[in-house]
């Protein structure tokens, strides 16, 4: 249930941050559609968006698709109202079903789905085992074979290679304008490393262990990288 008003303010600030925070933001989307496009044809298709939040899976896929239907889950009330907001503006809202909570609260059916995408949102799970737990979920929600589109940020944060993508990220905050103090801050104040970073070897483990073969590093910008795979 989504009662609290859309706040357009909060909506924009997401857009806005986002696209500074990854300059190439708009091109995942369009990269993880020509996988999906690639695997699922023309055919009807259900997608499973864990972390549906700020619509933009549905905007990007949503009205270039239009045999593809949508299950968004999200904990966040506001967030969902975005995508909410977004779905009927452009006007798909037939297709999008929104369910706030966790992937625990999808419940398990014989309609399992063609293909499933979790955008910058394991990082915010902390615990490796939840973040297993959570891959493992998604993937009893899948059918065989179908395509799976993982992005979330990585890196050991004890290796320079991580401080090094640390640096260009708070070059991409610096480069759009942002104060120099704020900028620090949303760095030593812990904003950014208080998400759960964990070692690329590790992901791809994690995939493996939940079920997922055919696993390739597709996308990187950034802290953040993309793997496609798909449920065994
Ligand atoms: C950075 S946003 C990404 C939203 C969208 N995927 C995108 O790329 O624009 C992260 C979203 O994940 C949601 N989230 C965090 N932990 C979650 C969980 N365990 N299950 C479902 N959603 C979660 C947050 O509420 C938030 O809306």
Redesign the pocket.
């Known amino acids: 249930m989504i009662n609290k008003p859309y706040n357009p303010e909060m909506a924009l600030a997401?857009e806005k941050n986002?696209r500074i925070s990854i300059p190439t933001y708009d091109a995942l989307f369009t990269m993880a559609q020509a996988y999906f496009r690639m695997q699922l044809g023309e055919k009807e298709a259900s997608l499973l968006?864990?972390?549906?939040?700020?619509?933009?899976?549905l905007s990007a896929w949503g009205p270039s698709n239009p045999n593809w239907s949508f299950t968004g889950?999200?904990?966040?009330e506001e967030?969902l109202k975005i995508a909410k907001h977004k779905a009927a503006q452009l006007d798909i809202e037939s297709r999008v079903t929104l369910i706030q909570?966790?992937?625990d609260d999808v419940q398990p059916s014989d309609a399992k789905f063609d293909a499933a995408?979790c955008?910058?949102?394991l990082h915010?799970?902390n615990d490796v085992k939840e973040k297993l737990k959570?891959l493992q979920t998604v993937k009893a929600h899948m059918k065989p074979g179908a395509p799976f589109v993982l992005?979330t940020a990585y890196g050991d944060p004890q290796a320079a290679e991580l401080q090094d993508r640390l640096q260009v990220w708070k070059s991409f905050w610096l480069d759009a304008g942002t104060e120099p103090k704020r900028v620090q801050d949303m760095v030593e104040g812990g904003g950014i490393m208080k998400i759960s970073f964990i070692p690329e070897k590790e992901i791809e483990c994690l995939l493996t262990e939940a079920g997922f073969t055919h696993i390739t590093k597709f996308y990187v910008t950034g802290l953040f990288g993309g793997w496609m795979c798909k449920a065994d």
């Open positions: 997401y986002a968006v864990v972390g549906a939040g700020g619509g933009n899976e889950v999200d904990i966040s967030m909570g966790t992937m995408s955008i910058l949102v915010f799970v959570l992005v």
